[in-house]
């Protein structure tokens, strides 16, 4: 069974940076899609920002040009790297992790417990 573990949440002042951190047991290259999500009190869950097996990424309007998602395959991680944080930002930061179906294989969807950053004006 897969276990994915967030970590790298912060009390961080507006204007800073952060750097997430999700490690995956076994081989990320078993993953069609990894992501992060975010959810604030009150609000449901959001994607930040994804990445497929092939590279391709994807971003939030709201946190485009400040956030790079990336993987390291030989480390097993998932990192989302964010600068110019706003207390928008604040939430639950949490790792999401696919595979897609295939012949005689049923999809999978996995999720990390989450890591909290705070983002203070």
């Known amino acids: 069974q897969v276990q994915l573990v967030e970590s790298g949440g912060a009390l961080v002042q507006a204007g800073g940076s952060l750097r997430l951190s999700c490690a995956a047991s076994g081989s990320i290259s078993n993953f069609n899609y990894m992501g992060w999500y975010r959810q604030a009190p009150g609000k449901q869950r959001e994607l930040v920002a994804d990445?497929?097996?092939?590279?391709?990424?994807n971003y939030a309007d709201s946190v485009k040009g400040r956030v790079t998602i990336s993987r390291d395959n030989a480390k097993n991680m998932l990192y989302l790297q964010m600068g110019n944080l706003k207390p928008e930002d604040t939430a639950g930061y949490y790792c999401?992790?696919?595979?897609?179906?295939?012949?005689?294989?049923?999809?999978?969807?996995?999720w990390g417990q989450g890591t909290q950053v705070t983002v203070s004006s």
């Open positions: 999401n992790a696919r595979t897609f179906s295939g012949p005689g294989v049923p999809g999978s969807n996995y």
């Open positions: 990445i497929t097996r092939s590279g391709s990424t």
